[in-house]
């Protein structure tokens, strides 16, 4: 049965060290093989490296992360998509029609697109790939946040085909 709910969110525990719900889901994600245990190892080490990577660099600054986990949040909320392109067909012919995207979705794809950078880096530990990604993207840089604004610039330039939305 498609599209039907599921307990996941409500089964979904915090993960051990930070009490964090996004976390875990995140750590889930990467997971490979059901090792969990080597998936929190790996972030925690990641996180380790931005706290240090924090208190080297100690900005003044209001607006910059206090600690590791913020600069993590960060990194999401600016990764995350507003709008995608999805194809529709109308008499023939494929449009690319921007289409807003859900906040579930948002999320994986969010997930997603870190992740993948971070396997995109091959001959270093994932740990590290995945600090500086975190890093780049809490400052609005990196593969990930490069991806959003292809994206968002894919839904810009196909606006005129806005009318054909679901």
């Not at 998936?39 to 996180?47: E, F, I, N, P, S």
């Not at 100690?58 to 999401?76: E, R, T, Y």
């Not at 690319?96 to 950078?117: D, E, G, K």
Request: include cysteine; aromatic fraction near 8%; charge should be positive.
């Amino acid at each position: 049965m498609a599209g039907r709910i599921t307990k996941s969110e409500e089964q979904l525990k915090p993960d051990p060290k930070f009490g964090d719900k996004v976390l875990s889901k995140f750590i889930n994600c990467f997971m490979k093989d059901g090792k969990k245990a080597v998936a929190q190892r790996v972030m925690y080490d990641a996180l380790e490296r931005l706290e240090a990577k924090l208190k080297k660099e100690k900005n003044s600054d209001d607006d910059a992360p206090k600690n590791a986990m913020d600069v993590f949040h960060k990194a999401l909320e600016n990764v995350r998509p507003n709008v995608e392109v999805r194809s529709k067909r109308v008499g023939g012919a494929n449009y690319q029609v921007p289409m807003p995207v859900n906040a579930r979705r948002r999320q994986s794809l969010t997930f997603r697109w870190i992740i993948t950078a971070c396997r995109a880096e091959k001959g270093k530990p994932f740990a590290q790939c995945l600090a500086k990604e975190l890093w780049d993207a809490s400052r609005g840089e990196g593969k990930a946040v490069n991806t959003r604004e292809q994206t968002h610039r894919m839904a810009e330039a196909n606006k005129a085909f806005s009318h054909f939305a679901f």
